[in-house]
């Protein structure tokens, strides 16, 4: 069992909670995930691995309320114990001096840019991020970001707070960085792989497929990334933006949508 310690809700649906997990937290790299499983009855949620204090014993994890079991996790208060948490899962993101880096985050995958762009920034990068949602009400993790950024770039799809427009349309307008890593909605994903591309600039995605095992066992989280299949629990979640096939993951995020509504339905009767 591991036991919430502290909760904080930091935008409309978005939940943080730092939870006790001494040998996850002494484990824990950026770019890593956990699966939670919240009760006995609970299905297995892979959520990336948003902070960690190793002297404490503890890790963050920032989660959107989307569906029945985020709902369920996001209920929990300080002093609630959670089943079970497995983890640190998933390759690490690969670490090391580019010079001059750029680090994006749309809407809750702030929260998973958050501690990759530290580990550029403590690496010695200038390290240059761009994080952006659809508005004002839904931007997290703002005065983490600025420190560990040379530079911050906020944009709101509405333009109630920062930039008018999207992640992708500042990256557009950058130059003389060598290295891009995004996260966030596909969309924004393929639209930043899409600009990178043409400069041929090294652009990883961390990206998010429906995970059931997370152990490589049962296929539910495949991926088609260049001539190959991989599975994105076991060979990810980091992948070469240029070569992943966008349209299938974006298909296969889709094919559990009508049978989450029907237990996202019970949940709020
Ligand atoms: C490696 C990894 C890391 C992740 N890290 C985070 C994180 O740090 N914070 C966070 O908020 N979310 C993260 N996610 C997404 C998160 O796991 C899902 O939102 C969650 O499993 C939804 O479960 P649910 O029962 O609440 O919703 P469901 O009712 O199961 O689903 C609700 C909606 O979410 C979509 N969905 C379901 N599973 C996923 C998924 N794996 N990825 C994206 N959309 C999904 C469904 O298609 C549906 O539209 C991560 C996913 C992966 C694979
Ligand atoms: S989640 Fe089952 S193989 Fe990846």
């Known amino acids: 069992m591991f036991k919430v310690i502290n909760k904080e809700n930091l935008a409309k649906e978005v939940t943080k909670i730092v939870v006790k997990a001494e040998q996850i937290a002494r484990k ?26 190793k002297d404490k ?6 989660f959107q309320k989307i569906g029945f079991s985020t709902k369920k996790l996001g209920s929990l208060n300080p ?14 993101t690969e670490i090391k001096k580019w010079d001059k880096v750029v680090c994006i985050g749309g809407g809750v995958g702030i929260a998973e840019a958050y501690p990759v762009c530290r580990a550029f920034k403590e690496a010695g990068n200038y390290v ?7 508005n004002k009400d839904l931007l997290i993790l703002e005065k983490e970001m ?12 509405d333009g109630s707070y920062g930039e008018k427009g999207f992640v992708s349309d500042v990256l557009k307008r950058l130059s003389g960085y060598n290295f891009v890593y995004a996260v966030g909605p596909i969309p924004m994903m393929q639209a930043v792989s899409k600009i990178t591309q043409e400069y041929h600039i090294k652009t990883i ?48 995020l889709k094919i559990f949508t009508e049978a989450e509504r029907k237990i996202d339905a019970q949940f709020n009767s």
């Open 128 to 134: 240059i991020g761009i994080i952006g949602t659809r």
């Open 205 to 252: 995605v961390s990206l998010n497929p429906i995970m059931v095992d997370a152990t490589g066992m049962c296929g539910a989280c495949r991926l088609r990334v260049g001539n190959c299949t991989v599975f994105g629990c076991v060979d990810g979640p980091d992948f070469d933006a240029h070569a992943v096939d966008f349209e299938e993951l974006s298909r296969r």
């Open 146 to 157: 600025k420190k560990v950024c040379d530079e911050l770039f906020i944009t709101t799809d």
């Open 57 to 62: 014993g503890t890790i963050t994890l920032i």
């Open 79 to 92: 002093g609630d114990k959670i089943e079970h948490i497995l983890g640190p899962l998933g390759h690490p």
């Open 28 to 53: 824990a790299k950026a770019g890593q995930f956990v699966v939670v499983i919240v009760d006995e009855r609970g299905e297995r949620i892979p959520l990336t691995l948003a902070d960690w204090d």
